[in-house]
């Protein structure tokens, strides 16, 4: 194998690449990525980033000189727009062509629009990058008031940390509950209270109708005509995977882009990792799709030696944290898959086992404080 081109240069994409030197590839790799930076690190943008407790720069897994002295070329803020399948290359947005032996897809997930009247007006945004973040930064002074949208990991990170630095918080989520898709109401209450005791005003049920101000934010209006002033608006409302060029190009696309144990695609020359691609897990029996920084991470690594014509499978337990005030949330497998959960205390804090019907565990989930107890 001559050359490999990574397109996407997020968390996967960027690790991909260091692990293929790490196994020792020694032929070219090309890392091309639409963002202007290096592959970073996207949880500190919601926690320490947001907290002002770290620069963006120290979210960099290496500096560009890394991949200079590795052999690695970058093409960064460049836009791949088409797979040519029968030619092998990949036509970048300035009309440049790079020629690969074997390709990898790791274009990640963007944000879903808050598609409603004033949902493009300044000071309101999507958390997803580094620019998200050093816009969002200096909203969040203290007596402001922020409006959440939506009540996933993201929007109650950001809602946690806008009400440590002394910000008005009002969440906003439509669903009963919070982050269902993840956890199971138990747990989530456990969360939400946390927030409650730090003031912040959660309210389920409620549907945002528009937002409102004179080009810049000073309200939203909600369905039920009840109109909240607010200085700025962040929303967290779910990610689609990037697939729109595997699909152009031909590759079987599901929720995600569908790959096989070995990360690879429909087609033998090409592999998917990251939040992008869906697989089957013998574990849970089902097609799932994580958007998570250790599937991130471990599917870096499996795609890197399936690039190189090793065959690993990847058949992983999914495992994922969340860190909000003095809580660290750790979540292993699948617990929203259970049918009962059984309460374990464990050092001054509480163990979730999510068990299903015929009693096997699925997932064990832990709110716990860092002052009193660390996994
Ligand atoms: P990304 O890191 O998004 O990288 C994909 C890259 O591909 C992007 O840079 C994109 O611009 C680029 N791209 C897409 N299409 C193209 C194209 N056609 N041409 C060129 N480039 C393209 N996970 C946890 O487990 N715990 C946490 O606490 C946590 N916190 C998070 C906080 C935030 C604010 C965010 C945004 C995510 C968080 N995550 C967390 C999730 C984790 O960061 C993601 O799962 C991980 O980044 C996914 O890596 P990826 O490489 O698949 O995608």
Redo the contacts with the bound molecule.
């Keep these: 194998m001559e050359s490999i081109v990574i397109?996407?240069?997020?968390?996967?994409?960027g690790k991909a690449a260091q692990a293929l030197r790490k196994h020792g590839f020694a032929g070219k790799i090309a890392l091309?990525?639409?963002?202007a930076h290096p592959p970073y690190d996207?949880?500190p943008?919601?926690k320490a980033v947001l907290l002002g407790k770290k620069p963006t720069e120290a979210c960099f897994f290496k500096p560009v000189q890394w991949y200079e002295e590795n052999g690695i070329d970058l093409f960064l803020g460049?836009?791949?727009e088409r797979i040519d399948r029968p030619e092998k290359l990949i036509c970048l947005d300035d009309g440049q062509e790079l020629r690969y032996g074997r390709l990898l897809l790791?274009?990640?997930?963007r944000p879903n629009e808050l598609r409603v009247p004033g949902g493009k007006l300044d000071g309101v945004s999507q958390?997803?990058t580094t620019l998200d973040a050093a816009l969002i930064l200096p909203w969040l002074s203290k007596g402001r008031h922020l409006i959440v949208v939506g009540a996933g990991?993201?929007g109650l990170e950001v809602a946690a940390a806008a009400s440590e630095l002394g910000c008005a918080v009002t969440v906003l989520e439509a669903a009963p509950s919070a982050l269902m898709r993840s956890l199971p109401e138990r747990i989530t209450h456990l969360l939400i209270d946390t927030h409650k005791e730090h003031g912040v005003d959660v309210r389920f049920g409620v549907h945002v109708a528009s937002i409102e101000g004179n080009g810049k934010v000073s309200a939203v209006g909600l369905t039920n005509r009840e109109v909240l002033p607010c200085d700025a608006v962040v929303y967290g409302i779910g990610v689609t995977p990037?697939t729109a060029?595997a699909e152009e190009a031909g590759l079987t696309v599901r929720n995600g882009i569908l790959v096989g144990p070995d990360l690879r695609t429909t087609d033998d020359d090409i592999f998917a990792c990251?939040?992008?691609c869906v697989f089957w897990s013998p574990l849970y029996q089902r097609e799932i799709r994580l958007?998570?920084?250790?599937?991130?991470e471990d599917q870096a690594d499996v795609a890197a030696r399936g690039l190189m014509g090793e065959s690993v499978a990847y058949s992983p337990v999914p495992w994922?944290?969340?860190n909000q005030y003095d809580v660290s949330l750790q979540v292993a497998g699948m617990p929203t898959l259970g049918a009962n959960i059984v309460e374990r205390p464990i050092g001054g804090g509480r163990l979730f086992f999510s068990l299903a019907h015929n009693g096997e565990l699925v997932g064990v989930s832990a709110p716990l404080r860092h002052t009193r107890c660390r996994l």
Excluded: C, Q
């Design positions: 397109v996407g240069a997020g968390h996967s994409g091309v990525g639409s963002e996207r949880p943008l919601s460049r836009t791949v790791a274009t990640g997930a958390l997803r990991f993201i990037n060029l990251g939040d992008a958007e998570s920084w250790k599937n991130a994922f944290w969340s």
